[in-house]
């Protein structure tokens, strides 16, 4: 039964020999649009309630994935946004949550300006998440077409939460870049598959998400935000006041959003910031201390 | 609504033919997903293809050429240094099976590969029997929370943290405990040198690209469940003869675990085993003897290996079986209806003067009838006989489960 082919000398083969030259073969990292992914090709995503989530709560974290976040879109969907996920299923800020992964990239420059996971109930999403394309590109155009993700919530999600008990699910963009003024007609059609009278504006778009989720935005401070924050902000805060946060160390997302998640749900933002250990602590405090001294109740 | 489920358990010290009786009925069942119940890399299960592709597997499940799906239950021991080398020795015989793993299982790091290897040298002449890939090091890790590495931690951004943590805090700890003072050249620049993490967290996001996290409370979507145990109940934690063990319930009781987490609610379990019995490593072997007559022993996949000797031979022990089936069969199954059968395996080594003991008398028997004797004795129904190495020379009962 046994097998013994690691021996103690082998320990010096194994140092010497490096992973991407001997397996990258074996490794899927995704070098194109997975077409599973492609809401030009999927009707909705659905989001429904069941033995085991009587309770759901649709959850979108829509995270830019454009070259101007480097190594940190990498980070965020190997590792960040899985831990985030994790994170949620096991805090559970909300009942039962369903969460699902949508990579961003800009309507104007890209492949694939936009890529959606299902809505999922477990850690099962980890491997959809890591599924998706990292295309890198993005344009030096000052933003990104976060209002896609909008877009996504507002005509491709179906969520028994809202339309059987009337509650409204979360919705997440994060990046480092100003918004670009919504979608134009063909990039709509383009990225969604169907063939819209007109273009929509940002707030247009914001707005149709706003019906059925709490929405908010968490600028990195990384890359293009790291050097113009004030562009990023004066082209964010209009959209959505109060409700945009600027993230200072991005390992710490899956603590600012769980945070975020329960002071909208009602618990004192102080509370919730002290519930991180260490260095999270002070990150999350900072993101969400620059708020009005009060709670932040849904608007809605 | 019920939901069957096969099993596939070695009745004695391992080297049964689990390998082969999974792959029979993996190919008796399309769509299927082999479950790793317990153990991890270092079990060795021999699969021969019907062309003749043989393989040993490690850590993917011995259904694969038989088309089924793999998946590690949150008792598996993941072992990232090793699954992509199996992963590229299969696919290069053409399969490619789709993985995926319960974010519970333990992760096995390097220093748990060398504290065993440690350990093992140091033990000289009295070694266990370990395999030195550091599965029982891993498990032994894993009860402490601070040190813990589990599946769904590789994602985690603070990864490199953990790992130098358990580098600098972790091992001293554990070697002082074992009274190691100084490790063999070879280990000690291994542990020392900073490569040695960087390799390991390659392997780590290499690994995570080829499984996919999945809750062992899902596993019926994947498909018809066969859980495929490791080892024996002759190595269980619990009953077999310590220090001589594996760390982990190599019988029922971790399948009736996951069962009842993904809702099935009947197994069948076929309890697998030669016509004589094997040992390989150290440990109590009863009625060991040099050499077997009466049986033609062919075993490529048990070369010996520094860490473990040579295969060790005995008659089969129908006492010992009935015991070890008997008490396996006696675990409370929290409500899971569990039918149970036996596999009789290597007939085809076994000629004319062939004997098998029983509380110390011996039996000789005629091969050709040998298998259903050996069920009648054990008091299991016979549900399989193997004559040769693939899944064609495996005849399955017709009151078999299947």
């Known amino acids: ?300 | 609504m019920s939901t069957r489920a096969q099993a596939v358990i070695g009745a004695l010290y391992g080297d049964e033919g689990k390998g082969l009786m999974v792959d029979r009925l993996a190919a008796a069942a399309p769509g299927a997903v082999v479950v790793r119940s317990n153990g991890g890399a270092q079990a060795g299960h021999t699969v021969v293809g019907p062309a003749g592709r043989r393989h040993v597997f490690h850590h993917i499940g011995s259904g694969s050429f038989a088309g089924a799906a793999t998946h590690f239950s949150r008792f598996f021991v993941a072992h990232p240094m090793l699954l992509l080398d199996e992963s590229a020795a299969l696919s290069q015989l053409g399969v490619k099976p789709e993985i995926s793993s319960d974010p519970r299982a333990p992760v096995t790091t390097p220093f748990d590969v060398i504290i065993n290897q440690a350990l093992e040298l140091a033990r000289g002449a009295a070694r266990h029997g370990s395999c030195g890939l550091g599965f029982g090091e891993t498990i032994e890790r894993n009860l402490h929370p601070e040190f813990a590495l589990s599946t769904k931690d590789l994602f985690r951004p603070d990864l490199h943290t953990r790992l130098v943590f358990i580098r600098d805090a972790w091992v001293p700890i554990r070697l002082a405990a074992l009274g190691i003072t100084a490790l063999p050249a070879e280990l000690a620049t291994a542990l020392a040198d900073d490569t040695t993490i960087a390799r390991f967290e390659a392997d780590c996001a290499a690994y995570l690209d080829r499984v996919t996290l999945w809750p062992d409370r899902r596993l019926c979507e994947r498909g018809t469940v066969i859980f495929e145990a490791a080892q024996g109940l002759g190595l269980d934690q619990d009953r077999g003869a310590f220090p001589h063990v594996t760390r982990s319930n190599t019988g029922l009781a971790n399948m009736l675990a996951i069962a009842a987490e993904a809702g099935i609610t009947e197994l069948d379990a076929t309890y697998a085993t030669r016509c004589y019995t094997t040992r390989h490593g150290a440990g109590p072997l009863k009625g060991e003897v040099p050499a077997l007559p009466g049986v033609n022993v062919v075993d490529p996949t048990n070369a010996p290996n520094e860490w473990q000797g040579r295969l060790r031979l005995a008659p089969l022990d129908l006492g010992l079986l009935r015991e070890a089936t008997t008490r396996d069969l006696s675990l409370d199954r929290g409500g899971i209806a569990v039918r149970a059968g036996l596999a009789v395996t290597c007939l085809d080594q076994a000629e004319d003067g062939f004997a098998v003991t029983d509380c110390g008398e011996v039996m000789p028997l005629d091969p050709a009838k040998a298998a259903s004797e050996i069920a009648d004795l054990v008091g299991l129904p016979l549900w399989a006989e193997s004559w040769g190495p693939r899944r064609g020379d495996v005849r399955l009962r017709v009151d078999a489960a299947a």
């Open chain 1, 1 to 300: 039964m046994g097998m013994g082919r690691f021996s103690t000398t082998d320990w010096a083969a194994y140092n010497a020999r490096h992973v991407d030259g001997r397996s990258r073969s074996e490794v899927f990292g995704a070098t194109g649009i997975d077409p599973r992914f492609d809401p030009a090709r999927f009707a909705t995503r659905e989001s429904r309630d069941s033995a085991y989530n009587p309770q759901s709560t649709p959850i979108i974290l829509a995270s830019d994935v454009t070259g101007s976040m480097g190594m940190i879109a990498h980070e965020l969907m190997r590792g960040g946004l899985i831990t985030l996920t994790s994170e949620i299923y096991d805090r559970r800020p909300v009942s039962d949550p369903h969460i699902m992964v949508a990579a961003v990239g800009d309507a104007y420059t890209d492949t694939a300006p936009l890529q959606a996971t299902q809505f999922e109930a477990d850690i099962s999403l980890a491997s959809q998440i890591r599924a998706l394309w990292l295309e890198g590109n993005g344009g030096g155009n000052d933003g990104e077409s976060y209002s896609a993700a909008h877009l996504l919530a507002a005509l491709k999600t179906s969520t028994d939460a809202f339309e059987r008990r009337g509650r409204k699910g979360y919705l997440f963009t994060i990046g480092d870049e100003p918004v670009h003024n919504g979608l134009a007609a063909d990039q709509i059609a383009r990225i969604f598959g169907i063939e819209p009278p007109r273009g929509l504006s940002a707030r247009e778009c914001l707005a149709m998400a706003q019906r059925s989720y709490e929405v908010f935005h968490i600028v990195i401070r990384e890359g293009y935000a790291a050097a113009r924050l004030d562009r990023v902000l004066a082209s964010w805060q209009p959209l959505l006041p109060g409700r945009a946060f600027v993230l200072d160390d991005h390992r710490r997302i899956a603590e600012l959003v769980v945070s975020i998640i329960e002071i909208t749900e009602g618990r004192d933002a102080g509370d919730v910031a002290a519930s991180w250990s260490g260095a999270a602590a002070a990150v999350v405090a900072k993101a969400i201390g620059e708020r009005p001294k009060r709670r932040l109740l849904p608007f809605f």
